[in-house]
């Protein structure tokens, strides 16, 4: 600072703060050797408080309002600092102000998906994210926990710290809630105002009020909701015999080849009636049954009252023949087959079954 300047900071004795940042937390009112004139107007607006650093000790908290910086106006400033000399003997202080709105929209979110168990799906990853808003209650507790000495401390600074306490707590809060998988979408609300209830205590130790926290999505790997997405659908399937030769017709329309492995396995609940209409397909066909399918395992998995069993060993599929479990068209797998197929177009188990009494 030139001596012009020096000489103008003499006579400014407004100290006031218009935020036109709108993420400033704590703001330092910049003066020439942190000179304050006796009898200086001091200006706290609404939503902010002014808090006076004396020899690097807090030594006041102003309230919003104007103020004449004099002894009967700052009774405890004045058993800190000589008065008795007016304009030659200047109130050397640091004045911070500190924004005490609500900054509100600052993002959470999990940036590695966290495992839970769920009574239905067992372990679970879930990702999840929001937004929170948060104000400051206590300034001297923010400016020795957080702030310190910044002049200019911004929401940016200290987010992450906050984003991370409520990642971590959210962790264990929603793991000791026990709300299914399925029912987390109808709970975000009391999810939410439960998460902002448990750890508010931790952010007040900062000197800062958590207001609201917000959870806008709780998602599952993207597997798993294929997953859930054709459970769903086979739910909403009303005549499975009409939905299967729809299906079989849009594959062969298109050249579709087989089902993946996650197909078969959601399309266990179909099995044994996709094996009837086939049945009753190659019945009415002209063309010769195809190959019968050799494949030498001991573990067979057995599609039984719409639910695969197994694995079974040779002897464990006899005892299935033998209770009628088992029947020609009832479909099988195992390890080397590309897809489920009928019992009696496997060689090693069309064998067991004995043919039918004439």
């Known amino acids: 600072m030139g001596l012009f300047d020096r000489f103008f900071?003499?006579?400014?004795?407004?100290i006031e703060w218009m935020d036109d940042s709108h993420d400033t937390i704590i703001y330092r009112f910049q003066r020439y050797g942190d000179e304050i004139k006796y009898g200086a107007k001091l200006t706290v607006r609404e939503s902010q408080l002014a808090v006076f650093v004396n020899e690097g000790e807090i030594a006041d908290v102003i309230a919003p309002g104007m103020y004449e910086l004099e002894t009967k106006n700052l009774p405890i400033l004045s058993t800190l600092q000589h008065w008795d000399h007016g304009f030659q003997s200047p109130f050397k202080a640091e004045v911070y102000f500190c924004?005490?709105?609500?900054?509100?929209?600052l993002k959470w979110g999990t940036k590695n998906p966290i495992m839970l168990r769920d009574k239905e799906f067992g372990a679970v990853r879930l990702r999840a994210y929001g937004t929170y808003a948060i104000r400051i209650t206590d300034p001297v507790k923010f400016i020795?926990?957080?702030?310190?000495t910044d002049s200019h401390f911004t929401v940016d600074e200290v987010s992450n710290q906050l984003r991370n306490l409520i990642?971590?707590?959210?962790?264990?809060?929603?793991?000791k809630a026990s709300i299914p998988i399925l029912d987390l979408a109808a709970n975000y609300d009391q999810l939410g105002t439960y998460l902002t209830q448990q750890i508010s205590p931790e952010f007040q130790e900062l000197g800062v009020e958590l207001t609201k926290i917000l959870i806008e999505n709780i998602s599952l790997p993207s597997s798993v909701e294929e997953a859930l997405d054709k459970r769903t659908s086979m739910g909403m399937i009303g005549n499975l015999d009409q939905y299967i030769k729809y299906q079989s017709a849009e594959a062969l329309g298109s050249g579709g080849s087989a089902s993946s492995a996650m197909d078969m396995g959601m399309g266990f609940a179909m099995a044994n009636k996709m094996a009837g209409?086939?049945?009753v397909d190659?019945?009415?066909s002209t063309l010769s049954p195809p190959p019968l399918v050799s494949v030498e395992t001991?573990?067979?998995?057995?599609?039984?009252?719409?639910?695969?069993?197994?694995?079974?060993?040779?002897k464990e599929l006899k005892a299935l023949i033998g209770d009628n479990k088992l029947l020609p068209n009832s479909l099988v797998w195992a390890e080397g087959m590309t897809d489920w197929v009928a019992a009696s177009e496997v060689e090693q188990v069309s064998k067991l079954i004995p043919p039918p009494l004439s």
């Open 282 to 284: 190659a019945k009415e």
């Open 277 to 279: 209409s086939l049945d």
């Open 99 to 105: 924004n005490t709105k609500q900054f509100v929209d």
């Open 9 to 14: 900071a003499e006579f400014i004795d407004v």
């Open 298 to 314: 001991e573990k067979w998995y057995v599609a039984i009252n719409n639910e695969p069993s197994g694995p079974h060993t040779t």
């Open 144 to 148: 020795k926990e957080i702030a310190g």
């Open 167 to 175: 990642i971590s707590r959210f962790t264990n809060i929603a793991g």
